[in-house]
């Protein structure tokens, strides 16, 4: 039987031949019963294109300004409009590979699993690749004290999103998806995570990207830190002495 796969497409002024390129890549799925979603934003360029391509839109009509809360509004509206039993997202600059929804779908059916997080390729602005990114096996007390290694990419069955949604990016800014995932392990336990190893898109690496520019920048360095030990210590039995 064909899984049933919604993917959430997130765009927001992003160059057209990304866009276009990525959702293209969203089309292509091979063998599942696909529903398409492109979540924007009012008078964006990529609902001309959404509405040739035939797939839903979902626009977001608040001030349109860049930023944490306008992505993660953008990303809750999708999810909510997704009727697939397993959803995942993507962005509008990011590539699928075309196997990537079947892959991870019958990885969590056949491991009795409720998320599933892959490997992917790691390229410059021209797709030209230049890294593999291979996550490690999903500990909870790492994943709780050192790192986020779940991406937000990562496919759920639609009843984790419905128990667990939306994420939190009011309460913890650049962190919501961190404590999203932190909130599932700690509801259902770490044995819902799965990998699938095998790369499964492009992460199509931007230098003007808000999490690349934290690298750089001081004030967004430490505000990034003080909304990570904030949203830590909101977890149980979490020791803030932990946080490095």
Avoid at 75 to 90: C, E, Q, S, Y
Avoid at 191 to 218: C, E, G, Q, T
């Amino acid at each position: 039987m064909r899984p049933d796969v919604s993917i959430i497409l997130i765009t927001h002024s992003e160059k057209p031949a990304y866009f276009a390129a990525a959702l293209k890549a969203c089309l292509a799925q091979k063998d599942v019963n696909l529903q398409v979603i492109v979540s924007t934003v009012a008078n964006d360029p990529a609902i001309r294109v959404a509405k040739k391509a035939g797939v839903e839109l979902v626009v977001d009509n608040h001030p349109n300004r860049r930023s944490v809360h306008q992505a993660f509004r953008q990303v809750n509206a999708g999810f909510t409009a997704a009727t697939g039993d397993w959803i995942f997202l993507t962005g509008s600059d990011d590539l699928l590979l075309p196997t990537r929804a079947l892959d991870d779908a019958t990885m969590c059916l056949e491991y009795d699993a409720k998320v599933c997080y892959s490997a992917y390729y790691v390229a410059n602005a021209n797709l030209c690749i230049y890294k593999t990114y291979v996550p490690r096996k999903y500990s909870y007390e790492h994943h709780r004290t050192k790192g986020n290694f779940i991406s937000d990419a990562s496919m759920m069955s639609r009843k984790v999103w419905q128990r667990f949604g939306p994420f939190r990016s009011e309460e913890w800014n650049n962190h919501a998806y961190w404590d999203f995932w932190l909130r599932v392990a700690e509801g259902l336990g770490p044995k819902v995570f799965i990998r699938n190893l095998k790369p499964a898109w492009i992460y199509r690496n931007d230098p003007n990207s808000r999490h690349m520019r934290r690298r750089h920048d001081s004030v967004l360095r430490e505000r990034d830190k003080h909304d990570r030990k904030r949203m830590l210590a909101s977890h149980r039995d979490f020791k803030m002495e932990e946080v490095q």
